[in-house]
């Protein structure tokens, strides 16, 4: 038998099958492609975000799943969730308790701890509002 100077033959499926890849298909590249799924993806992107709002809203007006969906009359001091809140900041209108409050020096107006600042430049500590502090 005589030897072939190629060596190796020939592979028989190069020109007819094409190249074949591993890619991965997601649900985004699958929704493209069908309505029905984009549709699906919408409705449960829009479920997310109003469930979302609505926490967001009871979490704000102090309406938790304990009471029942029932708002309570006095809001909760925004700097510390103390529920005996009874005044707000002259300033920012957010409503804070006594402890969190402050009574400008110059000013005589109630203001929260963010909108006061506090002065040891004599022996007592002074509270100045932000309008007051910067004159």
């Not at 929260?112 to 502090?133: K, M, P």
């Amino acid at each position: 038998m005589a030897e072939s100077s190629h060596g190796k033959r020939k592979c028989p499926f190069s020109n007819v099958s094409p190249l074949q890849f591993k890619t991965h298909v997601g649900l985004r590249e699958a929704a493209r492609s069908n309505p029905s799924l984009m549709d699906a993806t919408y409705e449960k992107t829009k479920n997310l975000l109003q469930s979302g709002q609505e926490k967001l809203w009871n979490k704000e007006n102090n309406i938790t799943d304990s009471l029942q969906g029932l708002s309570v009359s006095s809001k909760p001091c925004t700097q510390c969730s103390n529920m005996n809140s009874t005044t707000h900041c002259n300033f920012c209108g957010k409503a804070f308790c006594e402890l969190c409050s402050g009574r400008c020096t110059v000013c005589n107006d109630v203001f929260c701890r963010l909108c006061s600042t506090l002065n040891y430049d004599c022996s007592q500590e002074r509270v100045f509002c932000l309008s007051c502090s910067n004159a």
